[in-house]
Every structure is written in C-alpha cells, then in structure tokens.
C-alpha cells in the first residue's frame, strides 16, 4: 500500500502527448480482438472469474466506456451492475450485503459502474459519515476485496480522472446540447461546485485501498478514446496473467 | 390461439432456398447497426423492457446464438441469464419463483437461455411430472407472461428448430471436433436419442402457449447464418414496433 497520499492534481488527466487518437483507436479495435478470444476462454475454463469495479466522479464518462469496452464481448459471459442509490431493503443491511450478490460466479465477467467504493465517498461528501466509520469500511473493503481473490476473483479497480474543468464543460453540455438533454438530472449544478471535495475523499480511498495485490488505476479521462484504451489494455493485460485455458472436456468421455 | 397442433416435423429447418448466405449476413449486419441504435433509445427512454425468450433442443445453437446477435450492443442495457438445473432453494419454490427474478426491469434488454420453459419440457420427457401438472403451468405461464407484457416487457419468444439429423452430428462433433471436446457431456448420446420425445413435448407447448398476443417464432435452426439473421430481425421488428424514444430530460431542467 503506498504510504504517501496520491495528489490527484498532480495526475494526468489526459493521453500522453505523443499517442495520435487515430492509431490509438486502431490499436484499442485489436486489443478488443483479443479480449473477445481471451473472455471465452475464461468462460469455457469456468474456473475463475474478473471483477473490473469502474469508479469516476460525475460526468467522467462510465457509462460511454462500458459500451466502448466491453460491447462485442460475448454478452453471455459479461455482466455490467450499476449501483444506484440503495433502497431501503439494502439500507437495512451492511453495506456490502448488495454489492456481495452481485460478484462473479466462475467463468464470468462482471462490471460495477460505481461499486462498494461510493459508501465511502458520496457518504462522506454529503456528510452522511464520519471520517472514523469511512476508515472502518476501509479496512472492511480490503478484507472483502481479499475475500474475493482468494476465491480465484481478479479484481481490477479503475479511476477515470476528469479534470475539474472538463467536468463542468461536460455538466453544462446536458443543458446545452439537445442530444445530451435527457442526461441532465436536477443537481448537475451542484455536482460541477463538488470536485474538490471529491478529490479529497478519492485521495484517501487510494491511500488506504489500495494495496499491491490489489491496486487502484488512476485512468486519464479528459478524453474518452484514451480511457477506452486505456481500461482495455488494463483488462487484457490481467486476463493474460491469468492466461484461462480451454478445458479438454467437461466430463469423461466415452472411449 | 391457435387450434390445431403444429407439427414440427413438417416446418423448415433450413432457410429459404432463395436466400443467399453472404447476402444474408450483410443483411445481418446492417440489422444489427438498427439493434444499437433501438436498444439505446429502449435504455435511455427507461419505461419499458423487452424479453428474449429462447429454447431450443441440445445442439439446437443457443449460446452461439447470442453471441452472435447480442455481441455489439450496449451490454449495460443487456442482460442474459442461462436457467441450469435448479437449485434446492429454487425447488423449494413454484417453477416460476427463480424466473421471476430475473425478468427485465424498465429500459433493460434481458435475454433467458432457456426459461421457465424447460418446467415443462425436459421434466416431462425424464417423467417427473404428470400431463395434468404440465398443463397448469401451461396456464400459470400464460399469465406470468401476461403480467410481464401489462407491466410494459415486451416477450418475444424464439425456438430454434434443429432437425433430428443436425441434432445428431453436432453431439457427434462434440466427441470427434477437437475445438469442440469442452463442450462434451455425459449423456450426449442419450440426448441423440431423444428428439422425438423432446418434439411431443415442444409441439404441446407451441399449442398451449402461444396465444395470439404472445405467440412462439419457431426459427430454423440447421444453419448458424440463418438463425442468427432471423432472431435478430424479429428482435428489430419488435423493437421498432414499440419505437423507443429519447426522453427530453429526466428531470426539469434550469429555465
């Protein structure tokens, strides 16, 4: 776990400057390939499973990189969960009881867009907890996150880090932009005013949730064709490591 | 409803002779492109659902059958279950508890891998449950499927017809196709045997459960190309049908 607290200010929110957007995208397009190849045999493996958990302040584009990513994977084998507020149901239990349900069985791929991770960070903006209960779940995400690998889960977490700036362009675009209108949710306003808050509560998530098994990906996300890339090129190089093999057969077969 | 029962003995397993296979799979491709854009509308409107129900004998190509429709579209919007065995918990409920479950809320596209179909198909053919309680589920799916269309799902339910002689070299391949040994089961050969009894059992179905407002589309199944294109422009025309619009916004918006 790194000891010092990452300066978010200090991260790249945008592409190095010497990748051109144009052979970027073809490389993502062939990264894309070998995650269809390497989905299916995770899934026909049915031994382990992966858990891409998709954090990022508002309007830093989660939802336009799922569908980048993750569309042309065999949807059989992918499951994407979006955790909404949770209901009164859910409130009645800790809060990791409805994110728990929702993990992968073997053989399959499960996204969250925003996870486990907002109980420790909306929460905390709103002032909804304390900072001793936030460091309490903290230590409770890591050993539930443990949990999960050593049940042949690999867990990879995902920053998208949107510079405050195009944060409040893209806000102001779902009142401007016709297209983007039906986006717009009361609040929008508000959310462009919360960045600074957000960073601070973000910082301490990859202070203390963070630990070399188990590692935060501070993802540039100014640009949404480098954050697609970005995540693939994450995604295919932890499916590689784990390298799933087509079993020979399911069962005995006759001789 | 229709009177009469069909007899699948006497319906294609092949496409149309007219039909050309690349132009098909052009034609494919091009209705895919559409099945992006409508299931995007469907998601963003948030008001309705639609449900994909397929069945199929073993070999029939179900879950290449996804893939190849499904693969492209926005998987956040899409969701496939597969109904395994059931569970001791799921039968210690109706048939209809653990399907019921996993109906597609509003704006979402679920598609079942087998349904609450199989209660009265593969457990009449291995005799576990007498004609008379096949028939009142027969009745009690006529309805839950009527609740679901009430509470604005769209069902659409698809069978993919293989023919008894297909049926037999796929199971075949299983053991003889390298590639395709994972796919093996004890009791493939078994199941070779059993296309006729599985065809009585489906043509009861077909006559008991397909009322006019929710009919079955028995889809020729021997060929891959052809199944493909067919569900997908049932999809597509089902989902033009119910012309998903964007909404202005979902909130009011500042003046």
Redesign the interface.
């Known amino acids: 776990m790194p000891r010092s607290t990452p300066d978010l200010i200090k991260l790249a929110t945008r592409a190095p400057g010497n990748l051109h957007k144009e052979a970027t995208l073809r490389e993502l397009k062939r990264i894309k390939q070998e995650l269809i190849e390497l989905q299916d045999r995770l899934y026909?493996e049915n031994r382990r499973s992966v858990l891409v958990v998709l954090q990022g302040m508002d309007a830093s584009g989660k939802?336009g990189l799922?569908?980048r990513v993750?569309?042309?994977?065999?949807?059989?084998g992918?499951?994407?969960h979006?955790f909404k507020e949770p209901t009164k149901l859910e409130l009645a239990h800790d809060f990791l009881w409805r994110v728990h349900q929702q993990v992968p069985p073997r053989g399959m791929l499960h996204?969250f867009?925003r996870s486990h991770y907002e109980d420790v960070l909306i929460t905390r903006v709103a002032g909804l907890i304390p900072a001793e209960e936030a460091h309490r779940r903290f230590t409770a995400i890591n050993a539930f996150e443990k949990l999960l690998q050593q049940a042949g889960t690999t867990v990879l977490k995902c920053y998208l880090h949107v510079s405050e700036e195009e944060q409040r362009k893209r806000l102001e675009e779902r009142?401007t932009d016709a297209a983007k209108?039906?986006?717009?949710?009361?609040g929008d306003?508000e959310k462009a005013r919360q960045w600074p808050a957000y960073r601070t509560v973000y910082e301490d998530v990859f202070e203390h949730c963070s630990p070399a098994s188990c590692p935060w990906h501070i993802v540039p996300a100014d640009q949404n064709w480098y954050k697609a890339y970005e995540v693939a090129r994450l995604l295919r190089d932890a499916l590689v490591a784990m390298n799933p093999q087509?079993?020979?057969?399911?069962?005995?077969?006759?001789k």
């Open positions: 026909a939802d799922i569908r993750f569309s042309g994977i065999n949807p059989q992918v499951r994407v979006s996204v867009n009142v209108q039906w986006k717009y949710e009361a306003e087509y079993p020979s057969n399911k069962t005995e077969r006759p």
